[in-house]
Each structure stands twice: as C-alpha cells, then as structure tokens.
C-alpha cells in the first residue's frame, strides 16, 4: 500500500515549505533590524488563473507600492504575517470592511502566496476551505465582510468543525461604524456569532496582536482535535499607516506535536486486543496525514483484525478493497473493540458491558470539545479511555502489539485473518452481484453511474473529493480506495450544501499533484451554492462534477412518507416541499451559463461513457467539466 | 436519514434469500398502466424502490408475495422503513402490484457485464 507521491510527501513538502519561509522570514527580519525599510514587494507575472482575469489583465502586473516618508498600511504587516502560515489561496467575498487587507493581498504580496480565490458566496468559500484542507493537509485563509459575511459562512464553519478540520476564518468589521451601511456590518462581539464551533477566536486590537494571534489561531486550528478559527480584523486598523519602526516583529510559527495517548494505558490496550479472540478496529477521523493511513494498515494487519470505517464519519482511513476491510463478516462478534477518533461508542459501549466485551476509544475528543453542539455524541463508558491523537498513538500501541505477540497467537491471527478475507471477498461479490440490477435501465443506475466513471478514470490517479451519504456504499465497493486521497470524506454536519464547493476546493489542492478529482454531487447539494461553477471556471480548477440527479430532496420524501403512513392522513402529497421538478432543472444549462463545459440531461446508460471521456478530456487538460446524470433516487 | 439507510441496507441483504425459498404467486388481476401512474407520481414508490421497482430498497422485483398479502403489507407494514399506506382505496394497491408483477427484471449476470466482470477481476487480483 506504498503511496509515492501521497498527501504524506505533500504534507512534509509543505512543513519543509514552511520551515523555508521561516528560515527565510528570520533572515528577512535580520535585515530589517539592520536597515529599518520593509523589503520591497515582488512583482510577479500573471499567473494561468489571471488570464481570465479582466480587471487583472487591465492593471497588469502588480508594481511596487510607493513606500511613504510615514510607513506603509497595517494591512502589509498582516499580509507578512499571515505568509509565515503558509497560506497557499485565500477564498473571499469581498466586503469593505476588509478591503484594506484585500488591497495588500493584492498589490503588496501581488497575488501570490496567498492568491485569491474569488467566491460567489461565503459559504461557498469556507466550503472549499474545508474540503482543500482535508485534500491538502493545511488549512486555506477565508476572508469575510463583518456580521452579513460571517452569517452566510457560518453554516459552512458549523459543518467543518464538526468535521474537525482546519479553516482560518478572518472577519472584518467596522469597530466605530458611522454609516448606515456599516452600523449593522459592526457587532461588540463579532466571535459570538460562531463560538459554538470555532476553537479559537479572538479580536486582534493592534498589529502586534494580530500577529500574536494569527500565530496562536494557526498552531491550535492544526492541533489535534483540530478545527477552524476566527479572527477579527477592524478596517481602521488595516488602514492604519504603520511607520516601518514602529512594525513589531513578526513570532516564529511553531508546530506542536500532537497528543500522545499515556504509555500505561496504551499497553493495557495492546494487552486487550492481542488477547482477543474477535477484535475489530474502527477509524473514523484518523487519517490527519497519510502516515494515518498507513498505521491503519500496519495496525490491522499485526492484529489480522476486521477494520470497519463505518457508514458516514470516516475520512476513509483503510482500502476498501484490502482483506481486512469490514466488520469481519455476519458470524464475527467483537469480544474487543477498538474506536479511533470515535466520537460516539456509547451503543457499543453499553452494549460490550451487558455481555462481557470489552471497548477502547483512544481519541483526541476526550480532550476538547465545547458544549452548544452535541456533536460529541453520548456518553460512552468505555472500559479504556486513552486521550490523545489517534494517529500519534498508533506507532506506540503497533510496539506494544508487536511485543506481546507469541508464535501461538501469531498461528491464531492468521487462521482469523484469512476467515476475515473470505468474509470480505464474499461481502464484495455479493455487493457487485446487486450492481447488475436495473443496469440497463432508464433512469441509470446509481452503481452503473459509478462503475462507467471507475472505467473510465481507470489508469488516472484519481480522487473522489465529494462525500457518498447518498451514493450509499457503491463507490467503496465500485471504486478502488487504495490510496489515502482517493476519498475526501463527507461533510462533517450532515447538512447540504457542501459537496459541490467542498469539492471545488479538494480539487484544487489535487491539481497541485497533477490527480483527476471527480465529485458526485446530489442536484439537491448543488442547488445550495451553483455560484461555485464559476469560481471553478474563473480559477480552472480541473474537477469532474457528476450530477447525481434524482430531482428531489429523496432522504426527505422517504421520511415524510413514513411520517403521513404513521398519522394514517394520506401520503399522495408527500413530495409537496421535497421534490425538485415541475420544471426541472437543467444543470447542464446551468454550468454552461457559469461558463463550464457541460453535458446532459444523460438518461440512458449507453451514453455515459462517451459523456465521460468528452468531459474528462476537458478535465485532464486543466478544465472543469460537469455531467448531469438523471439517475435512480439511490 | 442514517437510520433508515441502516434499515434499508438490512432488508436488502435479506430479500434475495427470502425470494429463493418462495415459489411465484398467482397472477395479479389490477390494471398495471394506472398502476404505473400511481407508482411513479401518486404515492411515489420509486423513492425508495426505484422507478423500475429493482434499483432500490428492497428490490420489489421480481414480486414474490400474493396480491392480498401485499395489500395487507403495504397497510401495514413490519419494516420500520416502510411508510404506512393505511388510506388508499385497495383498487390503488391491486394496480400498484399489477404494475410491479409487470415489470421485467433487468439484472443480466454480473459476470456477462464487462464493466462488473473487470471490477471482481480486479478486485482478485489486488489482494
């Protein structure tokens, strides 16, 4: 399971990438201590994504702002600042009350470094905030206008911190409003609008705060449990001219090294499970980096025990193709199981103490969480509760493992290992077996959609980047997980709206490592922010969209069904408020007016290969591409 | 959402044994055409079970219950994921079911499908 060029590689390029530009940064900061002028800005030629770019192409080139007798704005020492954190894209909205900060963005770092995503929406930029981060291994910068900006990204905050990923969110405002217009754009605690799930937030009053703060915010966002954070940023303070000797030194970012589970307990867990007859391992949000991954597998297969990644929580953290994926098959019944980043044991828990079993959680969870949100779950009474990264503590609990093997339970992992491939080798038939049903059919398939995409993409490194809550199992079963990017995880909150951006973003942390990144998403998801087709196009980013489009809310009609059986009023209206027809859409139409290359309404399954390959011959050569897919409900 | 997904996945992987114990039941005597109608756009059963009655859960194709315990069933169902269709007039159930007895099943073997055979080839061959 050997992954050459991997998130892994990346993620150190990145550190190394970091660590350059702190290198670079301290000598930069050597010279200014001996020569008090900031060193002039870059000027940088147009990047692809200007090309499109009018306004950009009009400017030209960014050129050296004049440096006045008095200093230079604030919002260049921010821009410095935020350089130390490697932000690779920034995705913004634009609002006045950041316009200082938007201005140095652009013509003091000339675009570069972070280059400017321009979004439609500011869900939609924290949205692909999110799913980059979770492709990319780092967060991307999101730049908000005050109150209005923050309301229409909060939802997408909400949904990355319950998915426990990184975004760093600035908000600005005005703190002595005048206007009409700025007055309500202006709050006494702009960070209470989304504490609820944010890590961190804080209102940066000078420059030296912000730096301070940019720096606290970057070093806990990344920390494990790791998830988004604010701050506050007010306009007069970006527009402040900062005389250069007045310009406070810029910290050091230092990385923290994540939480490790106490060594006591991890051998007691290493105990447990080399003692039991019919372990199970089940990871959900383990796999921060690829060495995740891999852990994952070395972990699973010292013990030869089933490794379940569950329905919709996971950032799929085993191949689902290998032996030891699933719960081990309908006769395997866990006398030890074992959550990693687990949120919610409490069933298994409860279960495990009525019969004997025993339960282990080692999670970062038991070590943060705030208490609006029940997205924390039950309680769960575990018999072992080791807090600390998952991911950091698997190196010492694969030690411990690997001591307290003996020969004999080396013969008993293998006989149970090879009972497990079988499970598993029959489980993956079956599920193919039920691929072929309606395969010919109008409306397609869901799994004939997915099977004709596998075909196609076949000798890609590929990436699905959208989530699969309505795609069921298929792509799991279809598609060949065998790298840690192949799948980006779902949308943390199960709230719509995040596939389509999310997976803008995700691919365009892929285009970086040359992979084809597909998302299929609900025309339910997409309807949320279509705004985000244009951003792609604008910024060209490659990603195949498959429309999975079943024209309704359809998780909702099945509930409002049973909801009209159960009350006995009638349920030949229970599509009023689900269904999306009468006239339907057309996203093909759609796209095309966003400016992506676009096919379909695709009804019949003998189309779709020929759709596929048009469209990603569009994608492999740097485009996005979207097909609308009328398919099954599920 | 999740629950119901749980539940659906369940009858799923129960239907295709329950179908091979069960003989044929006797033919269906409603109108299959406006069984189709109130199939798709009435009480749109396709939501859970497909338009073709076969791509969703649990496949409803080929039917293998007797008209009156299908009309008994759809009343009052035993799966928690089945809605409750307690006030159709049964003239609307016996259609639904000539509708569905009249659909074909559309399953080729896995294996005479290429795209199917490549996936079980392949997926031999990675482990």
């Known amino acids: ?634 | 959402m999740k629950s119901a997904f749980v539940v659906i996945v369940v009858v799923l992987a129960t239907v295709p044994a329950l179908m091979a114990q069960t003989p044929a039941p006797p033919p269906a005597t409603g109108d299959a055409k406006r069984g189709q109608e109130l199939f798709e756009k009435t009480y749109r059963c396709y939501a859970c079970h497909g338009y073709d009655g076969q791509t969703g859960s649990p496949r409803l194709v080929p039917m293998m219950r007797a008209q009156d315990a299908f009309v008994a069933y759809v009343r009052k169902p035993s799966t928690a994921g089945m809605p409750k269709f307690v006030d159709p007039p049964e003239k609307d159930l016996i259609d639904v079911y000539a509708y569905i007895r009249s659909i074909p099943l559309a399953a080729p073997q896995a294996d005479s499908i290429p795209l199917l055979k490549g996936i079980i080839d392949r997926r031999a061959k990675s482990n």
Not at chain 1, 575 to 580: D, E, L, R, T, V
């Open chain 1, 1 to 634: 399971m050997a992954d050459s060029i991997d998130r892994r590689d990346f993620f150190k390029g990145a550190a190394i990438g970091a660590a350059g530009l702190v290198v670079g940064t301290s000598e930069k900061a050597g010279a200014v201590a001996a020569e008090p002028v900031s060193p002039a800005p870059r000027v940088v030629l147009p990047t692809d994504a200007h090309a499109n770019d009018l306004a950009y192409a009009q400017s030209g080139p960014a050129s050296p702002v004049p440096v006045s007798v008095q200093g230079r704005p604030a919002s260049d020492f921010m821009v410095d600042v935020l350089k130390k954190l490697d932000f690779d894209y920034v995705a913004i909205n634009p609002g006045s009350a950041f316009a200082g900060l938007h201005e140095s963005l652009i013509n003091y770092s000339g675009n570069r470094a972070p280059e400017i995503l321009t979004a439609l929406h500011e869900e939609a930029a924290v949205a692909m905030a999110h799913g980059y981060a979770k492709a990319a291994g780092k967060p991307m910068l999101v730049c908000v206008h005050g109150t209005v900006g923050m309301l229409h990204g909060s939802m997408a905050l909400f949904q990355a911190w319950a998915d426990r990923v990184p975004v760093f969110l600035i908000v600005g405002q005005h703190r002595n409003p005048t206007g009409i217009v700025n007055l309500p754009h202006s709050a006494q605690d702009m960070g209470s609008i989304v504490r609820d799930f944010v890590k961190f937030d804080d209102e940066t009053t000078t420059p030296e705060r912000f730096a301070e703060s940019a720096l606290r915010a970057y070093q806990i966002a990344m920390t494990p449990p790791m998830g988004p954070v604010l701050l506050s940023v007010d306009a007069d303070l970006q527009e402040e001219i900062l005389a250069d000797k007045d310009r406070p030194r810029i910290p050091e970012l230092v990385r923290t090294s994540p939480p490790q589970g106490d060594s006591n307990a991890v051998r007691e867990a290493a105990r447990l499970l080399v003692a039991a007859e019919s372990p199970i391992l089940l990871p959900r949000k383990l796999g921060r980096t690829p060495r995740g991954w891999d852990l994952m597998i070395e972990l699973g297969e010292a013990l030869q025990a089933p490794v379940d990644v569950g329905t919709y929580g996971s950032w799929q953290d085993f191949p689902s193709w290998h032996p030891l994926w699933g719960n081990g098959g309908a006769g395997y019944r866990a006398d030890v199981t074992l959550g990693l980043e687990m949120s919610d044991m409490s069933a298994l828990a409860r279960a495990a103490r009525t019969s004997g079993r025993k339960t282990i959680s080692i999670s970062s969870e038991h070590l943060f969480q705030h208490s609006n949100i029940h997205d924390y779950g039950r309680y769960a009474d575990v018999d072992l509760a080791i807090a600390g990264d998952a991911e950091a503590t698997l190196p010492s609990l694969i030690e411990e493992v690997r001591k307290l093997i003996t020969p004999d339970r080396k013969r008993v992992f293998t006989e149970r290992g090879a009972r497990i491939a079988t499970a598993h080798k029959d489980a993956h038939a079956r599920y193919v077996e039920n691929a072929r049903f309606g395969w010919d059919n109008s409306p397609i398939s869901v799994p004939r959609m997915i099977a004709e995409l596998g075909e196609q993409i076949r000798n890609d490194d590929w990436a699905v980047v959208s989530g699969h809550q309505f795609t069921g199992d298929w792509q799991r079963r279809l598609l060949n997980f065998d790298k840690p990017y192949r799948y980006n995880g779902d949308n943390g909150g199960f709230g719509i709206g995040y596939d389509t951006p999310g997976s803008v973003g995700a691919a365009l942390a892929h285009k970086r490592q040359g992979r084809l990144s597909i998302g299929i998403v609900g025309d339910g998801d997409l309807n949320f922010q279509p705004g985000v087709l244009w951003t792609a196009a604008h910024h060209k980013i490659p990603l195949l969209l498959i429309v999975h489009n079943n024209r309704a809310y359809h998780a909702e009609v099945m509930i409002v069904q049973r909801m009209c059986g159960n009350r006995g009023r009638g349920n030949a209206n229970a599509h009023i408020g689900s269904a999306i027809s009468e006239p339907s859409i057309s996203y093909s139409q759609m796209a095309k007016a966003y400016g992506m290359y676009s096919e379909g309404p695709i009804e019949h399954p003998k189309d779709l290969a020929a759709a596929y390959q048009r469209a990603l011959a569009k994608v492999r050569a740097g485009e996005p591409a979207l097909i609308d897919v009328i398919a099954q409900p599920r």
